[in-house]
């Protein structure tokens, strides 16, 4: 796992992470408590970008807590399918 030193904060970030990232590459794209903040409408659009490529199988999604009621969100380019 390689981990980008770039920082994605809205859902087109997401998006060009993921069009732009090799296989296995890992960034963060969120850090706070993603089910508790998606009070706006940007948190909100994020998630759900994050959620379809993860169902769309582009993407592996991670976290890793950091303290109580924090945690870094990570997303890994999945490998190409064959």
């Known amino acids: 796992m390689v981990m980008a030193r770039i920082e994605i904060r809205t859902a087109d970030e ?3 992470f993921l069009t732009a990232a090799q ?3 890992c960034a963060v794209y969120y ?13 909100r659009a994020l998630a759900l970008a994050a ?4 169902v ?3 993407a592996t999604l991670t976290q890793r807590r950091l303290a109580e009621d ?13």
């Open 56 to 58: 769309n199988g582009q």
């Open 51 to 54: 959620r379809l490529a993860q």
């Open 70 to 82: 924090l945690y870094e969100y990570r997303v890994t380019r999945s490998r190409e399918r064959g």
């Open 31 to 43: 850090r706070g408590y993603l089910a508790r903040d998606m009070t706006t409408a940007p948190v």
């Open 23 to 25: 296989p296995g590459e």
């Open 14 to 16: 997401f998006n060009a």
